[in-house]
Nanobody, 128 residues
């Protein structure tokens, strides 16, 4: 069973940057597609990005394209989400998820119900 723990959230000013980490344990992360999601108060969970097994394919929702970058380091059992040019509307709880049969490609962003395992989330607040 894959266990995921997010970290790196916090308070940042508009225009600033943060790097979120998703640390895996309990199973071999290199066999899993990993995705990042967020949920703001009163809103539905939004898929942000995914990275395929091996890391050769990624995808992003339009609202974060050019600002967020997903990457993985399987040796460190960690997936990262680099976030830059942050906006107040990026304020949310951020979650990573893993799926062994989840498909991610440059043309397909996996949906939340396609993942099997979830972390507990890390809070990001963008405010001056």
């Amino acid at each position: 069973q894959l266990r995921l723990v997010e970290s790196g959230g916090g308070l940042v000013q508009p225009g600033g940057s943060l790097r979120l980490s998703c640390a895996a344990s309990g199973a071999n992360m290199e066999h899993y597609t990993i995705g990042w999601f967020r949920q703001a108060p009163g809103k539905e969970r939004e898929g942000l990005s995914c990275i395929s097994v091996g890391g050769d394919m990624t995808n992003y929702v339009d609202s974060v394209k050019g600002r967020f970058t997903i990457s993985r380091d399987d040796a460190k059992k960690t997936v990262f989400l680099h976030m830059s040019s942050l906006k107040p509307q990026d304020t949310a709880d951020y979650y990573c998820a893993g799926g062994v049969s989840t498909y991610c490609s440059s043309g397909y962003l996996a949906k939340f119900d396609e993942y099997d395992y979830w972390g507990q989330g890390t809070q990001v607040t963008v405010s001056s």
